[in-house]
């Protein structure tokens, strides 16, 4: 896929984010895609639901797996607004998920409240070298503030 086909995607999933802040909820949003394809979406539903697992990638890998008949995921690459917390990352690299693309880091994420960096710290996970391709694209006419502070 090319550059100008990642960012469309990952503009779908800050939208998608952007979307759930007017709605309610948390500012996280997420995109599954193979083959060029959505496969599924998800926004963080943990207000809404009162589960802290319901974050957007998690949401967007439960329909993914029913929706491509199985869990392992080879192939599919995941958008999202934000770097994937480690529960959302060790989700994505067990279902085999190839790649995740996200628009804001945990830095641009901490002024506003929404950085995991505490949690990979507390944890002890590293991100050197990081467990599957793990690239941070510009979300097209996009800051943090706009997510974040909505």
Excluded: I
């Excluded at 998800?42 to 589960?51: E, H, Q």
């Amino acid at each position: 896929m090319s550059e100008a086909e990642h960012r469309r995607w990952l503009a779908q999933a800050v939208d998608l984010a952007l979307e759930n802040v007017r709605a309610g909820g948390r500012p996280f949003g997420a995109v599954l895609v193979k083959d060029g394809a959505l496969v599924a979406s998800g926004v963080n539903r943990m207000l809404a639901t009162n589960d802290p697992s319901s974050h957007a990638e998690m949401e967007a890998l439960r329909q993914a797996g029913p929706a491509l008949g199985g869990v392992d995921l080879s192939g599919a690459v995941l958008y999202a607004s934000g770097h994937p917390c480690p529960m959302c990352l060790a989700a994505a690299v067990m279902t085999r998920v190839s790649a995740v693309y996200y628009a804001f880091s945990n830095a641009d994420a901490e002024p506003y409240g929404f950085s995991s960096a505490a949690t990979y710290q507390a944890l002890g996970v590293r991100l050197d070298p990081p467990p599957l391709p793990l690239t941070q694209l510009d979300a097209p006419g996009r800051t943090a503030a706009d997510l974040y502070a909505a």
